[in-house]
């Protein structure tokens, strides 16, 4: 059984940084890609980063660019992303999610529960 677990949400003061972990368990974790995707209050779900299985790709939604770092521990069975200089825009609920092959498609078949993100002063 896949199972996708995130933490390290929080709430942070608008510039502060937080660190997403997603532990895996239940699949070969270094045969796919995986992928961050985010739901705002109200809003519909946004995709904000997606890693290769190696590790050697990473993509990531405009805003994200330049504050967020998508990598992983394939020996560990994880995925962190590091988000920098957080806006309140950023403010979400923060899912992690396996890809149906090792290159990142977008096409997640498996989420984990997710982790708040609430950026405020």
């Known amino acids: 059984e896949v199972q996708l677990v995130e933490s390290g949400g929080g709430l942070v003061q608008p510039g502060g940084s937080l660190r997403l972990t997603c532990a895996a368990s239940?699949?070969?974790?270094?045969?796919?890609?995986m992928s961050w995707v985010r739901q705002a209050p109200g809003k519909g779900l946004e995709w904000v980063s997606g890693i290769s299985w190696s590790g050697a790709i990473t993509q990531y939604v405009e805003s994200g660019k330049g504050r967020f770092t998508n990598s992983r521990d394939n020996a560990a069975n994880k995925m962190h992303l590091q988000m920098n200089s957080l806006e309140s825009e950023d403010t979400a609920v923060y899912y992690c999610?396996?890809?149906?092959?090792?290159?990142?498609?977008?096409?997640?078949?498996?989420w984990g529960q997710g982790t708040q993100v609430t950026v405020s002063a």
């Open positions: 239940g699949f070969t974790f270094d045969d796919y890609a």
């Open positions: 999610a396996k890809d149906l092959s090792g290159s990142v498609q977008g096409r997640l078949n498996d």
